[in-house]
């Protein structure tokens, strides 16, 4: 009885299989592929504009203009080309708030003023103590040899020195001492004749 249950199974199994019909397949794909790409950029990068410092804080910018050279390089397969292109780029920047420029400017004219007062009172200051201590020591008779490296720091000052005499800094006689008057006999005193003691 399992036999006979089995036995459509075992016929599926055991049949031989039909061979499928033959015919020719040809597999021959054809693939072409062909194409030139350039890649070329030229890139202009837009940067602060140079600022000049006029110090306590003044910077002011203007119009800059910027000047920039390039060279590219390229190469295109399968015809092996090779590309050199060169140039030149230009790049202006021009600010718009043209007032606040010319506020700057002024500000700048008149911290180049203040500057230049500061150096002119510095200047002053030094020629000023320079005359103070030269004088002090002429007057208590102390001068530079005048081949002292120094001489020239003191040459130009003048004060009386302690013989009386107008000297510079070298001790160079500039105005000679007063000669004191000696006092001569008046022409009553030559004429009357001396008074004899009372005996």
């Not at 500057?115 to 102390?142: F, N, P, W």
């Amino acid at each position: 009885m399992k036999l006979i249950s089995c036995l459509p199974l075992l016929l599926l199994i055991g049949a031989p299989s039909r061979a499928a019909e033959t015919g020719n397949a040809v597999a021959a794909p054809v693939a072409t592929s062909s194409g030139s790409v350039t890649n070329q950029a030229v890139q202009v990068t837009p940067s602060n504009q140079f600022t000049q410092t006029y110090g306590r804080g003044v910077q002011c910018q203007g119009t800059t203009m910027t000047v920039s050279t390039f060279g590219i390089g390229g190469f295109s397969a399968p015809e092996s080309h090779l590309r050199n292109d060169y140039g030149v780029t230009l790049q202006i920047s021009v600010p718009l708030d043209r007032e606040a420029v010319d506020v700057c400017k002024e500000r700048a004219a008149l911290e180049n003023d203040r500057q230049q007062a500061e150096t002119d009172k510095a200047e002053l200051d030094y020629h000023l103590v320079r005359s103070i201590k030269c004088g002090e020591m002429i007057k208590s008779g102390t001068f530079y040899h005048p081949t002292s490296p120094y001489s020239r720091t003191c040459l130009d000052v003048v004060s009386m020195a302690p013989d009386g005499s107008i000297r510079n800094g070298v001790g160079q006689v500039i105005q000679a001492a007063p000669v004191p008057a000696t006092p001569s006999p008046s022409s009553s005193e030559a004429s009357s004749p001396p008074s004899s003691p009372e005996a």
